[in-house]
């Protein structure tokens, strides 16, 4: 499967080119929807916990909650928008399932690429909250070598992403509601991550529930890596990993044995 998809990555590099350019052609603001919508959101999370609500775990974040969220939004979009695009790519490209011999995973492979475009391109936005953050206000940023990990809890992800992306693509080429049912869920699984809301301190059943949602010590680790200056070797990420894994490569490998159906389908 590895050799088969790197023989198709000029394939893979066009998909995912024309998934960009489609994404923004004719479009007013152009790249700049891939910061508009993360940093919409944080504004408006901003504005309800800290001045419309008071939240007391805020205060023990050890962070300005702009930034707090943004941590979260940005990773999270990535994910939500990469099995978007994925949910219908076999399903909008039928005529190459149908017609052209290629790798059926470049498909949902694109979107995540595509999407992962906007992800480096909306964490400038990090980068300038940061900033403004060190110096406008008393909370001062800290480099710490855990920002080195990074690179492996994004990693993480997008095994995470990757595995969901080809079981939904496929899911919704046999069940076409699947993406009707899918709109639904993202939106109730973010509120179900750890995303705009810190997790208590205490480790209660509630906690333990959260964390059995991968994307909860996923997202934690972004925040510890860049800012709390922690490695996130815990049991929640650990576990996030394991679960990774074993979501992308059974996936990948149910989706290639399955793949020989997928026009009768179509």
């Not at 790197?6 to 394939?11: K, M």
């Not at 996130?232 to 159906?261: D, K, L, N, Q």
């Amino acid at each position: 499967m590895f050799r088969e998809l790197f023989q198709y990555r000029e394939l893979l590099f066009s998909l995912t080119l024309r998934e960009i350019r489609v994404r923004y052609k004719q479009s007013l603001l152009g790249m700049a929807w891939a910061v508009f919508i993360p940093l919409s959101m944080m504004i408006i999370f901003t504005f309800v916990f800290t001045k419309a609500l008071r939240v007391p775990e805020l205060e023990k974040i050890g962070m300005p909650y702009a930034v707090f969220a943004y941590l979260g939004l940005l990773p999270w979009t990535f994910f939500s928008s990469s099995l978007t695009g994925a949910v219908s790519s076999l399903v909008a490209n039928q005529g190459l399932v149908t017609k052209v011999y290629c790798p059926r995973e470049a498909f949902p492979l694109s979107c995540v690429a595509s999407s992962a475009f906007d992800f480096v391109i909306a964490s400038g936005v990090l980068v300038g909250l940061i900033g403004y953050f060190h110096l406008f206000t008393d909370w001062d940023f800290v480099w710490h070598q855990t920002m080195w990990f990074v690179p492996v809890v994004l990693l993480v992800q997008v095994m995470f992403t990757v595995g969901l992306a080809m079981l939904l693509a496929m899911g919704n080429l046999f069940f076409r509601d699947v993406r009707y049912l899918f709109s639904v869920v993202i939106y109730l699984w973010m509120f179900l991550t750890s995303v705009i809301y810190p997790l208590r301190s205490q480790h209660d059943f509630y906690n333990v529930l959260i964390n059995l949602n991968p994307m909860t010590p996923i997202i934690s680790a972004y925040r510890a890596c860049i800012v709390g200056g922690h490695w996130p070797m815990t049991g929640g990420f650990i576990y996030a990993t394991v679960v990774a894994v074993v979501v992308c490569f059974g996936s990948w490998r149910f989706f290639h044995r399955t793949e020989p159906r997928f026009a009768e389908f179509i």
